[in-house]
């Protein structure tokens, strides 16, 4: 596997997580598709069933994971970026093309695979910046996958921002900066997003430098959601815009007060090296542990799964005769390859709770616009920034919720996947009703449930390892696009369309358009906490063992020499 040299020290780590601020934002490319789809109908002459159907292909594309997740243990991160850039700029390239009218008569397939190939430049950006920064910081998962999916969450009022202000409310110049402007900054940053050193002991500033990051975050979320609704309300000069713009930036570059402030003020390093964090993603193999050095998590886990391996007496045996290494099967918390995950029944409860979720999350994320019309509201642009902050302080809060309960009380971050859940199903039963004045309620309520659900970025990282994290959770993750299609494609759109069937219009109004799909999706929330809950219990005691010390206990990871 081709390589960068490892970066050894304490500012490496963090110049990499601020880099990929900047990934993680331009990797929220998918959700400018509402920004642009009216042009492709008004433009390109699409009906409204063609335009869905683009969006189901914008879905596709970026949870399509599973070739990224692979490629993180062959090839360094800058290489997957590089794909990424290329995929974006050939992708949007097309698109840009057709809108502008430039080129002339492109077939809905060719608009259609380039819409997917250009939002699978997103799952590119962010398996090598989220695995990159997970093995750079693998005692503090929880914080890492909630900042950078938090980021990503609020993408979305980024590229707004720049739409309403700069681009000119533009489809076309909005598709130009697509193509041309996310490569050029996945290039400049690609170089610092790489493999460090992380340390084995806990850092007491670690918690002071995360929690900034996340203060920091919030006030960037909450600039982009104030600035989306003055643009919306009120006429600004174009000085104003272009200095609210630059503002915007320097908020983003906020994450590099970290490594500038270790750099001013530097301190003596206590926690020693664990090895390089590409270590983690080493050639795949058999698993494969000294019988003389068992690590301390495999020591723990020893009596949770006590017919994984042959009995005490046998290995004592085997290391009288002078065995150096066994053979075996992976325990939870260790290296899991997909095929060793997929016959493992929490893999797949963990998948259905994430499909479950995320799929009724995402009817309702899709559908937002429709839905303020049947509602009444005329203008949904605060609605839709509305649920964009809301999903990323979801995001951003169940990582730092999660991470507090896992060290101090060993509670699985499943439970809280299936607390919101739980959520949803009160949620989705207020949207039924109907009601003018709940629906901005509902809406900010299942943005965070929705975002709690990327806890499970960080689960399977604990259940199954970090050696092939980025396949494992892509597969997750595809959780994502299935449910879309079944639950927003099948169910809210067939309902929608015979509601507005009834009513003689393209567009249906009143509380009957989603009335049942909520109530569907009610259940399947339900569904889905039961299922966590029986997660939750019975990964129970591996967090007690991995988190015994009130800290992830790694295990040694070995040279492969």
């Given at each position: 596997m081709t390589k960068l040299a490892e970066k050894s020290g304490s500012r490496p780590p963090w110049v990499g997580l601020a880099a990929a601020a900047w990934v993680q934002t331009s990797a929220g490319s998918g959700s400018t598709f509402p920004l642009y789809s009216s042009a492709l109908k008004s433009v390109l002459g699409f009906s409204q069933q063609q335009v869905t159907i683009l969006g189901v292909a914008c879905d596709l594309g970026e949870n399509m994971g599973l070739l990224p997740g692979y490629a993180s243990n062959k090839f360094p991160p800058w290489s997957m970026l590089l794909i990424g850039a290329s995929s974006c700029f050939l992708g949007f390239g097309v698109l840009w093309l057709s809108v502008s009218q430039i080129v002339h008569g492109l077939p809905f397939w060719l608009l259609f695979i380039a819409l997917a190939i250009a939002t699978n430049s997103n799952s590119w950006f962010g398996t090598a910046s989220l695995v990159t920064n997970m093995r750079n910081f693998p005692l503090s998962r929880g914080p890492v996958a909630g900042l950078l999916k938090g980021y990503i969450g609020i993408s979305g009022c980024a590229f707004t921002v720049l739409f309403s202000m700069v681009l000119h409310h533009s489809a076309t110049n909005l598709l130009l900066f697509l193509t041309i402007g996310i490569p050029v900054i996945c290039l400049t940053v690609m170089y610092f997003i790489r493999p460090c050193i992380p340390a084995t002991g806990e850092d007491p500033s670690e918690p002071m430098y995360f929690a900034f990051l996340l203060a920091t975050s919030i006030v960037f979320a909450a600039y982009l959601v104030v600035t989306t609704v003055l643009s919306e309300v009120f006429i600004l000069p174009s000085i104003l815009k272009y200095v609210l713009v630059a503002i915007m930036v320097l908020l983003l570059l906020a994450p590099l007060a970290v490594p500038i402030k270790m750099t001013l003020f530097r301190t003596n390093a206590k926690s020693s090296p664990l090895g390089s964090s590409d270590s983690l993603a080493k050639e795949e193999g058999t698993h494969e542990e000294p019988l003389l050095t068992p690590s301390t998590s495999a020591s723990n886990l020893g009596p949770i799964f006590e017919g994984d391996d042959e009995s005490d007496m046998e290995i004592l045996l085997a290391q009288g005769e002078g065995a150096v290494k066994k053979k075996r099967k992976p325990r939870r918390g260790e290296d899991f390859k997909l095929d060793q995950a997929f016959v493992k029944a929490?893999?797949?409860?963990?998948?259905?709770?994430?499909?479950?979720?995320?799929?009724?999350?995402?009817?309702?994320?899709?559908?937002?616009?429709?839905?303020?019309?049947?509602?009444?509201?005329?203008?949904?642009?605060?609605?839709?920034?509305?649920?964009?902050?809301?999903?990323?302080?979801?995001?951003?809060?169940?990582?730092?919720?999660?991470?507090?309960?896992?060290?101090?009380?060993?509670?699985?971050?499943?439970?809280?996947?299936?607390?919101?859940?739980?959520?949803?199903?009160f949620t989705f039963l207020l949207f039924a009703t109907a009601s003018d004045l709940t629906i901005y309620v509902a809406t900010a309520l299942i943005g965070v449930a929705m975002g709690f659900q990327f806890l499970s970025i960080a689960t399977i990282s604990e259940l199954f390892g970090l050696r092939h994290f980025g396949i494992n959770f892509n597969f997750i993750l595809l959780g994502n696009p299935l449910g879309a299609t079944i639950f927003s494609a099948f169910l809210a759109g067939h309902i929608y369309d015979k509601e507005a069937e009834k009513q003689g219009n393209m567009t249906c109004l009143g509380p009957d358009c989603f009335r049942v799909t909520f109530l569907v999706l009610a259940g399947v929330c339900g569904l889905g906490t039961l299922l966590s809950i029986i997660l939750t219990v019975r990964i129970r005691p591996v967090y007690q063992a991995l988190y015994a010390s009130g800290s992830f206990r790694l295990q040694p990871q070995s040279t492969g020499h």
């Open positions: 929490d893999f797949w409860l963990l998948w259905f709770v994430y499909f479950l979720g995320m799929g009724s999350g995402v009817t309702v994320s899709n559908n937002l616009a429709q839905i303020g019309l049947a509602f009444g509201i005329k203008d949904t642009t605060i609605l839709l920034c509305l649920f964009s902050f809301f999903n990323f302080i979801g995001r951003l809060a169940s990582g730092a919720i999660s991470e507090h309960f896992v060290k101090s009380r060993t509670l699985p971050r499943t439970l809280w996947m299936g607390a919101a859940q739980l959520v949803m199903v």
